[in-house]
């Protein structure tokens, strides 16, 4: 008997490949196994399609006949049995291929909600880690902000201390600043001083020699002595 491969049974059948791979995986179709050129290959008879359902009376090889049709010869016509109610066998054959293919996408489907199912229970429960963390990060943050508490405190301290610090920084300065300008003015004085002591003795050496010079000063002029500048700068 001729065999076929699996993409001729299926045309054979009007059923997809996949179809036929399934009854061969639940056992309901025999098929042999054969290496082929691009691996493992399925081949199955007529007989073997029919003995799993797949093909229908008309369809079986001649030769293979039901046990009520062979008994149909000893049988009156009348006590075999006969439906009122038949559909055309391409109908049947056509709507039984749908309702294959809604078996497959209602698998495709039924899949895709266990799925997300799945994703939903993930996502709940991360959502949950994510609670749980946040919590875990705020007790966190409280106990490291009581435990900082002092170092907060001693830095404080340490911060008025170096304002202290840099006011008598500031302070010193301006000592420092005041003890330049009394510098300054003691020099200045002292050179005044200098100027007009020098001053005093050219006026002396003037008047030693007025008699041979015929130099006079003025009458009621006197030098004065000049007054010291305010050390406070002023």
């Not at 709940?124 to 490291?144: D, H, S, Y």
């Amino acid at each position: 008997m001729k065999r076929m491969n699996l993409r001729e049974a299926a045309d054979r059948t009007l059923r997809s490949v996949t179809t036929l791979r399934r009854y061969l995986r639940s056992g309901r179709l025999k098929a042999e196994k054969i290496d082929g050129r691009y691996g493992p290959e399925y081949f199955v008879t007529e007989r073997e399609l029919s003995e799993a359902g797949l093909l229908f009376e008309a369809e079986k090889p001649i030769g293979e006949t039901t046990d009520l049709t062979a008994a149909g010869s000893s049988l009156p016509v009348a006590s075999l049995p006969y439906s009122t109610e038949t559909v055309p066998l391409t109908l049947f054959q056509e709507l039984q291929m749908k309702h294959e293919q809604l078996l497959v996408q209602y698998g495709m489907v039924r899949a895709a909600g266990m799925r997300v199912m799945e994703l939903q229970n993930e996502v709940v429960a991360r959502t949950e880690e994510a609670q749980g963390l946040k919590a875990q990060i705020a007790l966190t943050r409280a106990k490291l902000f009581d435990a900082s508490a002092p170092y907060r405190t001693q830095a404080r301290k340490a911060e008025l201390e170096l304002k202290g610090r840099q006011l008598e920084i500031d302070a010193l300065k301006e000592k420092v600043r005041g003890l330049e300008m009394l510098t300054r003015n003691a020099v200045t004085t002292e050179t005044i001083e200098r100027q007009f002591t020098d001053l005093l003795a050219q006026e002396e050496k003037v008047d030693r020699h007025a008699p041979e010079t015929g130099i006079r000063r003025q009458p009621g002029y006197t030098f004065r002595r000049p007054v010291p500048p305010d050390p406070a700068g002023h």
